[in-house]
């Protein structure tokens, strides 16, 4: 183990130096692998000297990539708590200062201190904030920030396989940062921290629990499955506000359902009391439930994780939870067929009301899910996915407006006739479920399953397109 270094007259001189950090990897939970990496780090002060006996070069800069909320300060302080090293931080976009010259200052005084007070590990937040790729920005602010990071490069240069002073930063667009940053002996590391997965969140959530008082019987895994997309930070704030919960209604204990509560809070807001007509409730059920009937023939029944429609803050009606295998094109990722069915899930409201109204009754209910699935559909066509217009040859040439919007309106026909068949094949379903949501707002997965195996689903044949 290294000592920490603590040279009174330098810490007391330390403007950035945060005090009392002890955080060990145990308190980061879901790694997986990378907590190899990671310990991998640690050896590099507390056995740095074996690594340069035998030519190892220690790299100066380690970059944590991943979106804000998975642990990468956590993390960067966890390796500064095994190490046993002082640990420096500071946002890059401190650095960016409008005035010339004072990024550049305090890069020096950053670095000046963790030197004084090495070992140290310098975690630098949001590192794209100033390391953006050079010339990029017109202006003096621009010259401003070309000074700061041509800095913070000779700071980094300066610790090269000396293992002392490492840097670590953080960055949710490795893809932008300047190549002089990445080049060998700067940020020549790169360790990706994704979202973390089911059982990660249940490990996440149990860390935050520790401290808590938690009833015995708490369904980590229930809460986990409700949580999917959600990060570390998100988990951590679900067990806070459970607690709260708890404490409000003068109980000792945190149970599943605080947790779950906290979880519908964290995504969606806080319930609002607002008073709705019982024409709207209705209305808003419809809605609801028709994406629910309609989904549920494209997935496997247990995606859909819970049916709301109590009034949240913000403008929010109702919503359907479903897994994330669900929703997964927001990341650029879906099968042809899985953008079909979610064209018709969002196309379902509106064939709902219209069915349940009639055409001369149509509300504005569905206009934010009409406008997923017309977006969807001309990514559908635009990504070469319609065979009629684009199949292989012609996509290379799918730049006829028209076409690809004639083309976009026919998949949007095709999804909606068959949303209507299949809201129309399972009235009695969508009927039972319609009730459920008015007399109690919300349905869990177990209630909702319960009335599909009353009502039974019925499904028709797989489509054309
Ligand atoms: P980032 O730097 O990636 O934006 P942070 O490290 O600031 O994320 O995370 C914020 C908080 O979220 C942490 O202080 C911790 O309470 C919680 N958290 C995030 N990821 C994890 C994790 N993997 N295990 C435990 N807690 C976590």
């Keep these: 183990r290294v000592r920490r270094a603590q040279n009174s007259k330098n810490v007391k001189l330390s403007q950035y130096m945060e005090r009392g950090v002890d955080v060990k990897f145990s308190d980061v939970a879901g790694l997986g692998k990378i907590r190899l990496e990671l310990e991998e780090i640690v050896k590099f002060f507390t056995h740095g000297e074996i690594y340069r006996r035998r030519g190892v070069k220690i790299p100066g800069g380690i970059l944590l990539c991943g979106p804000p909320g998975v642990g990468k300060t956590l993390l960067a302080k966890a390796v500064a708590g095994e190490a046993g090293v002082n640990f ?33 590990v310098v975690f630098i937040d ?15 602010g621009g010259q401003e920030r070309d000074a700061t990071l041509n800095q913070l490069l000779v700071c980094l240069d300066g610790f090269e396989g000396r293992g002392n002073v490492i840097t670590i930063a953080s960055t949710n667009r490795p893809d932008i940062l300047d190549p002089a940053l ?40 229930a809460v986990a499955a409700m949580t999917d997309g959600m990060v570390g930070a998100e988990l951590a704030n679900i067990v ?36 709705r007509s019982p024409e709207m409730w209705k209305q808003v059920a419809i809605n609801e439930a028709a994406m629910a009937v309609v ?79 017309r977006s969807a559909a001309r990514a559908f066509v635009l990504g070469g996915l319609s065979d009629k217009y684009y199949g292989v040859s012609n996509f290379w040439a799918a730049d006829r407006i028209n076409d690809i919007d004639l083309e976009a309106s ?54 054309s397109i």
């Design 88 to 120: 420096f931080s500071i946002s890059a976009s401190q650095f960016v200062e409008i005035y010339v010259g004072v990024g550049a200052s305090r890069v020096r005084a950053l670095y000046q201190e963790a030197r004084d007070c090495a070992p140290s």
């Design 126 to 140: 949001e590192l794209d904030a100033v390391g953006r790729e050079r010339g990029l920005i017109k202006g003096s």
């Design 182 to 221: 990445v080049r060998p002996g700067r940020f020549d590391r790169k360790i990706f921290i994704p979202k973390p997965g089911l059982i990660g969140r249940v490990e996440i959530l149990k860390v935050h629990a520790r401290k808590k008082p938690m009833a015995e019987d708490v369904d980590y895994a």
């Design 240 to 275: 806070e506000v459970a607690a709260i919960n708890m404490m409000r209604d003068g109980r000792t204990e945190i149970t599943t359902d605080d947790l779950l509560q906290a979880a519908q809070i964290e995504e969606r807001g806080m319930l609002d009391k607002k008073e």
């Design 295 to 373: 989904a549920i023939n494209f997935h496997d029944l247990s995606n859909i994780e819970f049916i709301n429609i109590a009034p949240r803050a913000g403008r929010e009606l109702g919503y359907v939870r479903m897994k994330m295998d669900h929703i997964k094109f927001k990341e650029g990722l879906l099968s042809r067929q899985s953008l079909l069915d979610h064209i018709t899930v969002q196309l379902a409201p509106r064939a709902a009301d219209e069915m349940w109204h009639g055409e001369g009754q149509l509300s504005t209910i569905w206009a934010e899910t009409a406008d997923n699935a």
């Design 410 to 463: 026919r998949i949007l026909d095709l999804c909606y006739g068959r949303a209507k068949e299949l809201l129309d094949k399972n009235r009695k379903l969508m009927d039972a479920i319609v009730d459920a949501l008015i007399e109690k707002k919300s349905l869990n997965k177990q209630e909702f399953l319960k009335l599909v195996e009353l009502h039974g689903c019925i499904q028709p044949g797989p489509p």
